[in-house]
Nanobody
Framework: QVQLVESGGGLVQAGGSLRLSCAAS????????MAWFRQAPGKEREFVGG???????YYADSVNGRFTSSRDNAKNTVFLQMNSLKPEDTAIYYC????????????????WGQGTQVTVSS
């Protein structure tokens, strides 16, 4: 059974940073592309960033240059470092896997975590 558990969300002021983690089990983590999505109230779920098994990452334009994804294959964990946070980054952040590399559609990913709330105050 695949499980994805996110952590690290919270309340931060604009310009601040947070680091999200996603611990995975039940899948071949080292060969899986992992992805981050977010959903704000009243909005559709949107792609944030993804990281291939090799460690190469890709991002949505809205976060490129501010967010960085990394992974620790020994710990089956993927991270999302979020810097220069803006109020518009406020959302529930979800980890998903496995996802087709480079694909940004939520429906393309098989499993999802429960999400972690990120709130950025102005």
């Amino acid at each position: 059974q695949v499980q994805l558990v996110e952590s690290g969300g919270g309340l931060v002021q604009a310009g601040g940073s947070l680091r999200l983690s996603c611990a995975a089990s039940g899948l071949t983590f080292s060969s899986s592309t992992m992805a981050w999505f977010r959903q704000a109230p009243g909005k559709e779920r949107e792609f944030v960033g993804g990281i291939r098994w090799s460690g190469s990452a890709y991002y949505a334009d809205s976060v490129n240059g501010r967010f960085t994804s990394s992974r620790d294959n020994a710990k089956n964990t993927v991270f999302l470092q979020m810097n220069s946070l803006k109020p518009e980054d406020t959302a529930i952040y979800y980890c998903a896997a496995p996802c087709p590399p480079g694909v940004v559609a939520p429906r393309a990913c098989d499993y999802w975590g429960q999400g972690t709330q990120v709130t950025v105050s102005s």
